[in-house]
């Protein structure tokens, strides 16, 4: 018995022990924390001593690089490719349908062929060596046609001002195409086919690419000499105007013109062209920002301000002077004030733009009726009534609303006074007509010599969409 009893005291002993080892342990492990929390929160009344000691951290493993930034930002990429897209819209079928309506039914497939196969042709030519020869180093009239030709040395990677540059160069190819698109509606109904691709090939090489460099690119000689364009006033609607201008005069009149009216076919078309050009024109103002900024901010409103102000300023002028205003006129308004504002839409202030877009709408009452009597000429769709007269008011009047006095964001680096801007202003536009005129004239006699300009007289009355293309718009 004794001996059971003995060697059940020595289990429960060993159990003993074993408890004890365990709780020393825990102890043990847990005794940092514990002194760690008697530091926090001391009971009350008792003093705690605690040993600083010295703890070396353990080395912790290295952290991972940072990302390299983007070399452009994501929001202005989306906002130009959107831009592209919107003025890719302004012309086909923007343009197409503005011009298609004012023709007779006879005649407007040939015009709608001719803007879509102009603008696909310039854009071809753009990237072949229009972009190399407008924004690559040359002199003051022309860029380098080499350096970037057929987009030498520009890949998927390639960033140029904070955007890739294939972007860029599509954005911008947009804007010759619907340059050299616009020429179309000046001798529209009685011009060959095959003389519009020659002579468009011939004006974008000699007349956009060198006064796109000219306005924009490095070294430009109005651009240093401080000419505010901002959106292409100069470049674009002074231009195509003229040229649309001298080409109506080259071409001559279309039978019966001055005789009987000449009405368009489908005001509908018209105005549906219309509206998809101010929609478009957002994308040509503002995307002319390059960012999706303030300065966009400030062209896109100017944009929606100066059209309204040009529609109701031409509606008003028409019910005064015609005693009934047309829808044809309000959609005509809209183009004047867009074209109005484009040089000026990144540097006026919203009520500069008003006064513009009023301004352009009035005016362009004038220069498709007072002013296309006085020139005598047959300009069919009024090219340079609405956009050159519209871009000569735009151009000038930019130089005045662009002072900060009158809210704009200032003048011309090295230009002080709003006199001096407004002067250099003229110029510009005294140039651009200049230059347009002469190098339109050339190129209308070149393709005279070569293929001749105006389809037959039998041709003429039958209508170019049969006798050009074999087609009608409209079958019976």
């Given at each position: 018995m004794k001996t059971a009893a003995f060697a059940g005291w020595k289990t429960r002993l060993h159990v003993v022990c074993m408890l004890m080892l365990v709780a020393a342990l825990a102890a043990?492990?847990?005794?940092?924390?514990?002194?760690?929390?008697?530091?926090?929160?001391?009971?009350?009344?008792?003093?705690v001593v605690t040993e600083q000691l010295d703890v070396v951290a353990a080395p912790q493993p290295d952290a991972p690089a940072e990302e390299a930034a983007p070399a452009f930002d994501h929001g202005d990429v989306a906002w130009m490719l959107t831009s592209t897209l919107l003025v890719l819209l302004m012309t086909v079928p923007g343009v197409a349908l503005f011009y298609g309506g004012l023709v007779r039914a006879k005649n407007v497939l040939s015009v709608l062929s001719q803007v879509l196969v102009v603008f696909s042709l310039v854009v071809v030519l753009w990237v072949f060596?229009?972009?190399?020869?407008?924004?690559?180093?040359?002199?003051a009239f022309f860029g380098s046609f080499g350096d970037k030709a057929f987009l030498k040395g520009i890949t998927a990677d390639t960033i140029d001002g904070g955007l890739p540059e294939l972007l860029f160069v599509a954005f911008q190819s947009t804007f010759a195409g619907i340059t050299t698109a616009l020429i179309v509606g000046g001798f529209a109904?009685?011009?060959?086919?095959?003389?519009?691709?020659l002579f468009s090939a011939l004006w974008f090489t000699f007349s956009y690419v060198p006064m796109a460099h000219i306005v924009w690119g490095e070294g430009g000689f109005l651009k240093d000499?401080?000419?505010?364009?901002?959106?292409?006033?100069?470049?674009?609607h002074i231009?195509?105007?003229?040229?649309?201008?001298?080409?109506?005069?080259?071409?001559?009149?279309?039978?019966?013109?001055?005789?009987?009216?000449?009405?368009?076919?489908?005001?509908?078309?018209?105005?549906?062209?219309?509206?998809?050009?101010?929609?478009?024109?957002?994308?040509?103002?503002?995307?002319?920002?390059?960012?999706?900024?303030?300065?966009?901010?400030l062209a896109f409103i100017n944009t929606i301000l100066a059209t309204a102000a040009a529609v109701l300023g031409w509606t008003v002028v028409e019910a005064l002077t015609k005693g009934k205003p047309s829808a044809l006129g309000a959609a005509s308004g809209a183009v004047a004030g867009l074209v109005g504002i484009t040089p000026a839409c990144g540097t006026v202030g919203p009520m500069g733009a008003l006064v513009i877009g009023l301004a352009a709408g009035v005016i362009c009452v004038w220069g498709v009726t007072g002013l296309k009597r006085l020139l005598k000429v047959d300009d069919t769709a009024d090219v340079f009534g609405v956009h050159g007269i519209g871009g000569i008011v735009g151009a000038i009047l930019t130089g005045v609303f662009s002072a900060p006095a009158l809210g704009g964001t200032g003048f011309a680096d090295g230009v002080e006074s709003m006199g001096a801007q407004v002067w250099i202003q003229v110029e510009s536009v005294l140039f651009t007509v200049v230059w347009c005129a002469v190098v339109t004239a050339l190129a209308l006699l070149v393709t005279?010599?070569?293929?001749?300009?105006?389809?037959?007289?039998?041709?003429?009355?039958?209508g170019l969409d049969i006798?050009?293309?074999g087609e009608s718009a409209y079958e019976s």
């Open positions: 043990f492990a847990y005794a940092p924390a514990a002194l760690a929390q008697a530091e926090v929160a001391p009971l009350p009344n008792e003093t060596y229009g972009y190399s020869a407008v924004f690559s180093a040359g002199n109904e009685r011009i060959k086919f095959k003389a519009v691709i000499r401080g000419a505010l364009d901002f959106a292409g006033g100069t470049v674009v231009n195509a105007g003229v040229a649309a201008l001298v080409g109506s005069y080259f071409v001559g009149k279309r039978i019966g013109f001055g005789q009987g009216a000449l009405k368009p076919h489908s005001v509908p078309f018209t105005y549906i062209g219309a509206m998809l050009l101010w929609v478009g024109w957002f994308g040509f103002n503002a995307g002319s920002a390059a960012a999706a900024d303030t300065v966009a901010a005279r010599v070569v293929l001749g300009l105006r389809v037959s007289e039998e041709a003429e009355r039958e006798t050009s293309h």
